[in-house]
Structure formats: structure tokens, C-alpha cells
């Protein structure tokens, strides 16, 4: 079993960034495919990015293509996301998550969740 741990969530004026950070305790990180996905007020919660066990590859959801990427560090036990040109609809909770798999997926089919970092991005 791993335990997640979500930080570097805040307030940024539109246009600016962000890195979030998830630190893995309990199993490797080495050994899932992780996940970010947000929910903001209202809304279900929706994938934003996975990247594979050895980060060698990846997966991004349209709307944050070419603003976002996930990254990870095994040997630190950590994922990231680094955000930029952020935009007020990228207002949310951020949730990290881990699959007991060896496939990237945009479903919610992430077995481990952190308990989220709020990011709010103002105009």
C-alpha cells in the first residue's frame, strides 16, 4: 500500500505557475503508474495527467496539452506537475493518484488518492 501526500497548491494570478508535488510513502513510487487529476466546485473529478513506472511516457488531457507536464523522480519517491500559463478555469482541487498497473489511463480507475491541494488561479 503507498500513502500520497499532495503539496505546492496556492494562489497565482492568471498566466502564472505552479509546481505541485506528490510524495509517496509506505511502497515505491516505482511501482505504479501515477496520475493527477483536479475537481473543481461542482464538477466530477477529471483526469489531467499520468505518466507511466518509468516516466517514460505519458499522458495529457487536452485541456492543459502544452500548458502542463508531469515528471517524476523515483529515486526521491516523488510525481510533479508543473503548471504554467495558468488560467482561471484551472481553478481546483488537485489529486494525485496510483495504479497498480503498467498502463496509463484517464479513467478514475487509480487504486491510491491523495487527499488533494487546492490551486486557485484568480484574472
Known amino acids: 500500500q503507498v500513502q500520497l501526500v499532495e503539496s505546492g497548491g496556492g494562489l497565482v494570478q492568471a498566466g502564472g505557475s505552479l509546481r505541485l508535488s506528490c510524495a509517496a510513502s509506505?511502497?515505491?513510487?516505482?511501482?505504479?503508474?501515477m496520475g493527477w487529476f483536479r475537481q473543481a466546485p461542482g464538477k466530477e473529478r477529471e483526469f489531467v495527467a499520468g505518466?507511466?513506472?518509468?516516466?517514460?511516457?505519458?499522458r495529457t488531457a487536452d485541456s492543459v496539452k502544452g500548458r502542463f507536464t508531469i515528471s517524476r523522480d523515483n529515486a526521491k519517491n516523488t510525481v510533479y506537475l508543473q503548471m504554467n500559463s495558468l488560467k482561471r478555469e484551472d481553478t481546483a482541487v488537485y489529486y494525485c493518484?496510483?495504479?497498480?498497473?503498467?498502463?496509463?489511463?484517464?479513467?478514475?480507475?487509480?487504486?491510491?488518492w491523495g487527499q488533494g491541494t487546492q490551486v486557485t488561479v484568480s484574472s
Open positions: 505518466i507511466s513506472r518509468s516516466g517514460g511516457s505519458t
Open positions: 493518484a496510483a495504479r497498480i498497473s503498467i498502463t496509463v489511463v484517464s479513467t478514475l480507475m487509480y487504486d491510491y
Open positions: 509506505g511502497r515505491t513510487v516505482s511501482s505504479y503508474v
